[in-house]
């Protein structure tokens, strides 16, 4: 990929892992070699490296911790956890040891929520948590035990599949078994299949792969790039994990069929750095497919064709999962969206015509292929033909991963996952719909996307129950579940805090609403609220959600109005009724810098 | 051979050429969508937000719409208008604006626009983090409180051998522009100079170009238009002989806006027939006694008494309208919200060039105020009804509109009443 008397950017990430890795920090003179090597300007680099939240600029331990912060990992005990680690290191969170041998540091959902607490420690996995595990670990560590060494692996805790000819990811797969079906087809046949299939993206936007595909092919280039996007930042996701831990042959086969489909000749998994105990498996599998022949030159096939696959290691920017900053992020800068001129597929990864799918949309290709179109189409519904996958969190008796056929009822999967007391459910993650007893009618079945636009149309939850019964509730992947027990603005104040957190940072509305938001949430929780201020939580969503740049702003305040709407009970209770007065403006809390210094002058006189 | 496309903007019929930008071909129409990080046609930068528009139906920014056949495109139903006005507000409210002490007032692009729309306060909470001003670089100084992060310079300023100058640096609202000093030692002064005047605010500043003379062209001084503030529909009565009363006050301001109050001159006397001041400067009434129908409040608060006058103003007053910037957004007052209250003391009362030699007491008992961490715009504390803008507003726009309160008068501002810079 290297253009002529031009370094390749794109492996600039790598090169400031290494250092990463090796030095647990990014010095300023490895920012000036770095910056000379890659021929760009020291601030540019700067700029690069403060993007991404797991490049530090100053030291980070050699151990360095980072404790999930999620809100199903509160509720699963995180407080205690966090306590332990805070008292068997002596230090508080965001600091390092004196010794800098250990870096404690909170980081959003890194895809274990079925068996929280969890957290990384030099970005190997350590599971189920508990304040003697905690302190275990700890001195383990200290006797100079490798965290590799006593990491936990990750249970991909399978709970459901559909009967096994009716289920398409989760049962045994013949490794390269799809990859005959490329001395069958025609390339352009491939596309055919799959429009005809209706997969649509599995990340949660869900546009039609096969069209996606057809784009892409169409348009002229010398080379195009096919990207698996394994950037599962969305909270309470983990779906692609386990994929990648069960099934990881069936992605690197999706990926060949797809290249081959469109005219790819280099693809690339985007792996999440919270992924990154995953990656030493993929590449030798990778290999293993290089040796034998389905990866590198001349691809046996109807049409033999060139491709290959590397992976490009993330460095924790939640927004990296929109595809546009996926690929900038790729191509070594920060990981901003783009402006929407153009689409991937027309202009994307080094400007050449890109197409990014989704893991499990490119898992579902090979099983396609296998099973054939026809049989394929009897699952699930007629919109939506197939299963999804399902990552299960929170309170309920059986967490973790579901396939489910497309259609299924939410009460009936409410069932299944044995959720009891359900309150609300967080459906799609932080950037989805806020769900409660007036939803449970409506079935998942991936074909109605619920703009919280509608919600306004509706009188109050008695007629939304009514009308949105048996309505299809487009699902991502993401379902975290909470019981009667638990604090909806807690929760919703948690959520406000991920956005604010993860906001790029390129547009207004999305890197200041959220921020104001947040506050307007805080000052509800303080018992300041007023009713004008939903009234502005109302408003000022909506211009955030019109204005953004990218999907981020868009559904960032989804949940929060969701909930809004759907539990007026929480809200009334605890807003007054307007005043000419804000509550929140407390003179004692104002003036209390001033009583400090004051008081500290007087006492020095005594 | 272009082809031309046909496409609507607003419901009227036009015809352009394929694959222009919106912007452009709505300006050839005489249709005005605003901008404030567009500046170039090749490589809008979509970071403002400002121009969104609708395209059948859909948002999306006006810079990076290529026109094509059939487009129908929505420039100013009300719900965009309102957007765009709360993108500018919610700039206004990010930052750190203070126009009376910037170099390019008169000269910003966003200032432009916020006298544009209308804006007399952000309908925010003012944000007031303390931002990094960078002194360091050779040539420029780099003020990130002005700064829109509208990506201008960082995109269009490169050394020769083509690396960027400025940078994005950090994350979400921590985002901000960096110069590297290096590559800025590079420029020559004339690049220095272009990479300030693209700055669309006062964020980028070229060293010894500052205070000579009046800064840049004062291109938006022609333009604008007037204001309509809405009024409410009901009248005030009249008590106690027919006439309004009103009470005035002016909190952590510096009595200019009371001064300029005094310049209504001889209208004065109508003013007297038709008002009755009580609690106020002008009158030298201390207390309270009657109910008001308007109170104005000149300044915002910076002390505990502030927070107690404005409460009380609040409950003696029917109407409150805030005049002058301090009331509106902190105003120069505010400009110690971002230097600890310990270190305005100890320079005002211990280590100023002022004080007294031997100085040690900063002054603290029961009878002063207590000084608050920091200084708030009255709507912060209290609710406002109306805004009056400027430093000082000008007489006639502050009678105008007091007066067309009490008699719940529709009215409008005319652009040059309102406009100060």
Known sequence: MITENKVDRSKLMDVIWDIQRKKFQITHDDISKIAQEFDMSRMELEGIVTFYHFYHRTPCGKYTIYLNDSIVSEHSGRPEVLHAFEEALGIKLGRITADGTFGLFKTPCIGLSDQEPSCLINFKPFTNLTPEKVRDIIGRLRNGEKPSKICDKPKTNIRYTPEPERTVFFKPYTTYSSLDKLNEYEPSEVIELVKKSKLTGRGGAFFPTGLKWQFCSQNEADIRYIICNADEGEPGTFKDRVLLQEHPELLIEGMILAAYAIGCSQGAIYLRAEYMYLKKELESLLEEYRNNGYLGKDIKAKKPFDFDIYIHMGAGAYVCGEETALIHSMEGKRGEPSTKEYFPVEKGFNGKPTVVNNVETLCAVPRILNMGLDKYLTLGTEQTPGTKLLSVSGDCGKPGLYEIEWGMKLREFLKLIEARNTKFILFNGYAGECLSEADFDREISGKNLLADDDLLHFKDTEEYTQKMSGKGLRAGGSVMIFNKGRDLLHVLKNVADFFVAESCGICVPCRTGNFLLNKKIDRIKLGHGEEKDLEEIKEWSKIIKTTSRCGLGKMSSTALNDAIFKFPEVFGTILSENTDFNKAFNLDDATIDYDHIINEMTSDYD | ?421
């Open chain 2, 1 to 421: 051979m272009t082809k031309m496309v046909n496409l609507k903007i607003d419901g009227k019929p036009i015809q352009a050429e394929a694959g222009m930008n919106l912007v452009d071909v709505a300006k050839q129409n005489g249709i005005y969508i605003p901008t404030l990080c567009y500046f170039k046609e090749l490589n809008p930068l979509a970071t403002c937000r400002i121009c969104t528009v609708k395209v059948n139906g859909k948002e999306i920014t006006g810079c990076t719409v290529k026109v094509a056949e059939g487009m129908d495109i929505e420039v100013t139903t009300p719900e965009l208008l309102d957007n765009r006005k709360a993108i500018i507000e919610m700039l206004y409210a990010e930052g750190n604006h203070f126009c009376p002490s910037c170099e390019k007032s008169g000269n910003c692009d966003m200032q432009n626009l916020g006298y544009d729309m209308g804006i007399t306060v952000t309908r925010y909470p003012h944000v007031f983090s303390d931002k990094i001003v960078d002194f360091n670089p050779k040539r420029m100084i780099m003020e990130s409180n002005r700064c829109i992060l509208c990506k201008r310079c960082v995109e269009e300023v490169k050394t020769k051998d083509g690396k960027d100058v400025f940078s994005f640096v950090q994350r979400g609202v921590k985002t901000r522009v960096q110069i590297d000093y290096e590559q800025e030692a590079n420029l020559t002064e004339a690049e220095a100079i272009h990479a300030m005047n693209i700055c669309p605010v006062g964020a980028i500043l070229v060293k010894g170009m500052i205070h000579e003379q009046p800064f840049g062209e004062r291109k938006y001084d022609l333009l604008g238009k007037d204001i309509k503030p809405v009024v409410k529909k009901d009248p005030l009565r009249q008590r106690d002989g027919g006439k309004f009363i009103v009470a005035t006050t002016s909190l952590a301001g510096c009595f200019g806006c009371h001064m300029s109050l005094l310049d209504i001159d001889t209208e004065l006397l109508d003013v007297l027939e038709l008002v009755e001041f009580n609690k106020s400067p002008l009158t030298d009434i201390k207390k309270f006694s009657k109910q008001c129908h308007i109170g104005l409040v000149e300044g915002g608060c910076s002390n505990s008494e502030n927070v107690e006058v404005l409460r009380e103003f609040r409950k003696k007053c029917d109407i409150l309208v805030g005049f002058g910037e301090c009331a509106i957004m902190g105003g120069i007052p505010a400009m110690r919200n971002f230097v600890p209250l310990k270190e305005c003391l100890d320079e005002a009362y211990l280590n100023g060039v002022t004080t007294e030699v031997g100085a040690d007491v900063v002054p603290g008992h029961e009878d002063i105020p207590k000084l608050l961490n920091n200084v708030y715009p009255c709507n912060e504390v209290v609710k406002i009804d109306y805004y009056i803008p400027g430093c000082p507003p000008n007489a006639q726009h502050i009678w105008k509109v007091v007066k067309s309160i009490l008699l719940g008068e529709e009215f409008s501002i005319a652009h040059d009443e309102f406009k100060y810079d």
